[in-house]
């Protein structure tokens, strides 16, 4: 598991000391000088001075406003008047206070250069306390810019003037301030000391605002230690008084540090919560180097989430801004946290970059802490390119600084690192031992994710080494904590992207469960793995009280559900050992009985394909189905000189039945009226199941009925779906007024579909009811049609979006400033009561390809309502397409099952198109009746 970096959490450089106390108050015109009559120079004198304190007073006003450019023009004007009549008690305090306005705007270098004038100028008036405020100061401009050893030694000047002043509020500052240093150096056990010391000092003194701060900086420090529930408890005790005294600055910086602690505890709703409530404060007060921050932290949040685009998009936005303010410390952790996201991505190279540019700087300026982390986290990227000596000397590097600044958390995460590639090299025992000396430390600090990929990695090395009980103990453990965090709080959309991090834990577990001949059991464990948030999602819709589960599904229930539908079920698992090795397939018939089959990929592949993707791929582009998204290899023209290319269609599709149907054809109903439900996984969701064609050339739409789904309890729920109350009346849509493209860089129409329009109006007889086309078929106008019809037919442009299925979309008629774009996320939070959605488009059964079936236009019209879906699987022809849906609904008036519809329409089409490109697309998502 990868190590995630966290900037020091925004933790308060608290230093701003505006000196209040002004001396020099308004005096009288006529005021008595021993015997000496006032002069018209000393009136004069008086009267800038008057003039000078009054501007200095209205900064401080605005400063308290965060008014800082105001408050700085004002200051500026006063220093000037200080100059002139010579009152270097006030230039030394505007001075100061003008450094710490800049500080504000995060302009360190220029309060620096007024700290560094400052200083001089008080030590000449022997104002020891304002020396004493103006090293404190310079030393929290020191800390933002990463120069954490002259910032220290600032303090430590201060601290003994504050003292000897016995100025109590100041000498906690200057405490709070050097624990804030010692944080970014990792030395945790000094900085608390710190914070503790100043605690009792502010509360006693009544400084509320500086006790919170102290309060957030300790947390922060706990933080460092893994000790996430002691952290989130001090930013709850600050948060309310941050509130309570109107900072909100450091409300904003206390939301965030509690998202970095959530984080660790996998509680990432929360996280994400915080980031984005911090967010806008931060640009409100113009605070920029936090608000870089909070981006960098939330880019974290989605990491973990497996939202690695979003991801990058905050690190990306993050990096120009802590360049721009010179926090290096943060340039360096966006650096390496874009690095962890390239690497999620397989862009190993970028992520190495990455870590090589932030290694230097955490040298630099001595964060032991995240050097360590860029270390493991290189080493990830060492291991994925299969260069595992290189990863073991990263992780044997960062081990000893983990270990040596108390970060338990890290150390944990090494080891795990260590003990993957100990794996790889076949060197189980000393996995073994890493990944055991791992786990101890992960549940001591609660880190529900780390221990679950603990877990997991152990498994896999108690499979290799034969210990098939053990390794079966190990995985479930595993899963069972991936369920905790998955039901803890995350939405549907996160609930979807987390899964894809844990789902190798379900594939290994059912190769163990078939190793120890328990297929029915490894049966479970496949439809564990499967659609989990949207059966979540349909069973609190079917029955609102429904409390969620994280328990494998019963195999009694699944044969059940074989029964009530009276089909065979066909489920595919594809199982992967670094390359896909086996696919394993399950045969529920209606009588209950289960079949299985393990099929070795290498022993049907044909010798030229090198993966079951590449055939798919393949098979697509021999009928002339383009991919032209790049998600084939057919697509690459690196690929071009690949033999796998040259196999014709024929061949393609008979090499498809030979690998997904042969080994189960025994198992399946010689009735062709018979139901079949294929229920594919992973890159299967790809195949034209219709098309797949025997030996004898027949195609399997000829010799059976079929439909798909993306798992045996979703069945079960779209069957539900039935009992719930019916539309009335029939949507029909063609070729409306196409709106622009929304993929296209720069304002484009769509093209028009004339054969949409002629389908369209060929259907609507059909139904007693008027087709819609052209300017018409606006998006408002479909919608409010859509809530309450019984079928609704969609025949226009669609298209998917494979990096995140919700912006999969439908193309509609603008209108005024609506786009014409419906999109896959808006309608997953619709409630309609169609019993059938036709999807005339192309490309309406593509999305996303994840745990949770095809994220996109097919699974969120079924989180709708919807029982039954007909979508594409490409680009479909506009002439063939009418042909086959007139055909579809003809034969639905006569035999309301879709399935035998949808069948008997490719059939006849398949006489005057033969091209499967023509007919095989479509595919009946959910029930047949």
């Not at 220093?79 to 995060?106: C, F, P, Q």
């Not at 300017?775 to 079928?791: E, P």
Request: net charge neutral; aromatic share 8%; charged share 25%.
């Amino acid at each position: 598991m990868m190590m995630l970096f966290l900037p020091k959490a925004l933790v308060w450089q608290s230093g701003l000391v505006l000196a209040l106390s002004l001396f020099g108050s308004s005096v009288g015109m006529e005021r008595s000088m021993g015997d000496q009559p006032v002069t018209i120079a000393q009136v004069q004198e008086t009267e800038q001075k008057q003039k000078a304190d009054r501007l200095f007073n209205q900064g401080v006003q605005q400063y308290q406003a965060n008014q800082y450019e105001a408050a700085i023009a004002s200051w500026e004007t006063a220093l000037k008047i200080y100059r002139v009549i010579g009152d270097h008690l006030g230039e030394a305090l505007a001075l100061n206070n003008r450094g710490t306005a800049y500080r504000s705007l995060s302009r360190y270098e220029a309060a620096i250069r007024d700290y560094n004038q400052a200083l001089p100028i008080f030590q000449d008036v022997k104002d020891r306390n304002g020396e004493a405020l103006a090293l404190n100061n310079r030393g929290t401009a020191y800390l933002y810019l990463s120069r954490y050893e002259e910032a220290i030694r600032d303090f430590n000047q201060a601290l003994p003037i504050f003292q000897d002043v016995k100025d109590r509020n100041g000498e906690a500052l200057a405490l709070n301030n050097r624990g804030t240093a010692y944080l970014y150096l990792s030395r945790y056990e000094e900085a608390i000391r710190d914070f503790n010391q100043a605690l009792p000092i502010f509360q006693d003194v009544k400084d509320r605002n500086s006790e919170a701060l102290a309060l957030a900086n300790r947390g922060t420090a706990y933080f460092y230690l893994s000790r996430y529930e002691t952290a989130i408890r001090d930013f709850n005790q600050a948060l309310p008084i941050f509130q309570d005294v109107k900072d909100r600055n450091s409300e904003a910086k206390a939301l965030n540090n509690r998202g970095t602690a959530y984080l660790y505890l996998s509680r990432y709703e929360e996280a994400i919560r915080g980031f984005n409530q911090a967010l806008p404060i931060f640009q409100d007060v113009k605070d920029r180097n936090s608000e870089a921050k909070a981006l960098n932290n939330r880019g974290l949040a989605y990491l973990y989430l497996s939202r690695y685009e979003e991801a990058i998009r905050g690190f990306n936005q993050a990096l120009p801004i802590f360049q721009d303010v010179k926090d290096r410390n943060g340039e360096a952790k966006a650096l390496a946290n874009r690095g962890i996201a390239y690497r999620s991505l397989s862009r190993y190279e970028e992520a190495i970059r990455d870590f090589n540019q932030a290694l230097p700087i955490f040298q630099e300026i001595k964060d032991r802490n995240s050097e360590a982390l860029a270390l493991n986290n290189r080493g990830d990227a060492y291991r994925s390119l299969s260069r595992y000596e290189e990863a073991i000397r990263d992780y044997n590097q960062a081990l000893p600084i983990f270990q040596d600044v108390k970060d338990r958390n890290g150390e944990a995460k090494a080891l795990n690192n260590r003990g993957n590639a100990y794996l790889y090299l076949s060197r189980y025992e000393a996995a073994i031992l890493d990944f055991n000396r791992a786990l101890p430390i992960f549940r001591d600090v609660k880190d529900r994710n780390g221990e679950a990929t603990a877990l997991n990695n152990l498994g896999v090395a108690q499979f290799k080494t034969q210990q098939l009980p053990q390794s079966e103990q190990s995985l479930r453990s595993a899963i069972s904590l991936y369920e905790s965090i998955r039901l803890d709080r995350l939405s549907e959309e996160n609930k979807i992207s987390f899964f894809e991090t844990q789902a190798s834990s379900y594939r290994i577990l059912q190769k163990v469960l078939i190793a120890q001949n328990q297929p029915e059991t490894a049966l479970t464990i496949s439809e564990w793995g499967r659609t989990k948030a949207l059966v979540e999602r349909l069973s609190q819709q079917l029955q609102p009280n429904t409390l969620l589960t994280s328990q494998a599904p019963n195999l009694k229930m699944l044969k059940q559900i074989s029964q009530t539908h009276n089909a065979t079920l066909v489920e595919y698992s594809m199982i992967y050992d670094g390359k896909e090795k086996q696919l394993y397939i399950w045969v529920i018939q209606p009588n209950g009985t289960v079949n299985f089959k393990a099929v070795e990929l290498a022993d049907v592949l044909p010798k030229q394909c090198a993966s079951i993707a590449q055939l798919i791929g393949n098979s697509r582009d021999s009928i002339g189905v383009r991919s032209p998204e790049g998600d084939w290899v057919a697509a690459d023209p690196a690929a071009k000189a690949n033999p796998c290319l040259q196999i014709d269609a024929d061949e393609n599709f008979t090499t498809l039945h030979n690998l997904l149907i042969d080994p189960i054809s025994q198992y399946l109903p010689t009735d062709p009226n018979q139901q079949v439900v294929f229920i594919p996984d992973d890159v299967l969701f790809l195949v034209p199941f219709p098309a797949l064609k025997d030996a004898n050339g027949k195609y399997l739409i000829e010799k059976h009925t079929i439909r798909t789904a993306s798992s045996i309890q979703l069945l079960d729920k779209t069957r539900a779906l039935k009992s719930r109350p019916k539309g009335k009346g029939t949507l029909i849509v063609g070729n409306p007024l196409m709106p622009n493209d929304p993929t296209a860089l720069q304002p484009k129409q769509l093209t028009n579909l004339p054969n949409a329009e002629r389908e369209a109006r060929a259907i609507a007889p059909l139904f007693n009811t008027k087709a819609i086309t052209g300017k018409n078929g606006t998006k408002n106008a479909i919608l409010q049609q859509m809530s309450n019809a019984r079928i609704i037919h969609l025949a226009t442009h669609g298209s998917f979006y494979d990096r995140n299925g919700f912006k999969s979309w439908l193309a509609l008629a603008p209108s005024g400033k609506d786009s014409g774009i419906l999109t896959a996320e808006e309608i997953a939070q619709m409630q309609l009561k169609a019993e059938l959605v036709v999807l005339s488009a192309c490309d309406t059964g593509r999305g996303k390809i994840t745990g949770d079936g095809v994220v996109g236009l097919s699974r969120s019209f079924i989180a709708a309502g919807v029982p039954s879906v007909i979508v594409s699987l490409w680009s479909v022809p506009d002439a063939p397409t009418a042909d086959l849906m007139v055909e579809f609904y003809q034969h639905l008036r006569s035999n309301p099952d879709k399935a035998q519809a949808l069948r008997q329409a490719m059939l006849k089409t398949m006489k005057t198109h033969p091209n499967p490109k023509n007919w095989a697309a479509f595919t009946l998502m959910g029930e047949a009746q």
